[in-house]
């Protein structure tokens, strides 16, 4: 996490570590909300049954 978000390996230590809520820098969220959106995770809202998380389904190969 800490190399694919270009975030301290501390940091990344540090907020893994905390109980409730995530304290920080929004920047550190933003690089970390980014690095695994591109590793295949999409986050879900609020839908009636509670904010999460999924593995992206993946797309058909494009052809030519």
């Given at each position: 996490?800490?190399?694919?978000?270009?975030?301290?390996?501390?940091?990344?230590?540090r907020?893994?570590?905390d109980?409730?809520a995530?304290g920080?820098?929004?920047?550190?969220?933003?690089k970390?909300?980014?690095?695994l959106?591109?590793?295949?995770?999409?986050?879900i809202?609020e839908?009636g049954?509670?904010?999460?998380v999924?593995l992206?389904?993946?797309?058909?190969?494009?052809e030519?």
């Amino acid at each position: 996490m800490a190399s694919a978000s270009s975030v301290s390996i501390p940091t990344v230590k540090r907020l893994e570590a905390d109980d409730g809520a995530i304290g920080g820098r929004a920047e550190t969220a933003v690089k970390i909300v980014t690095a695994l959106e591109e590793a295949g995770v999409e986050f879900i809202d609020e839908n009636g049954g509670g904010a999460g998380v999924r593995l992206r389904s993946k797309l058909p190969a494009p052809e030519g």
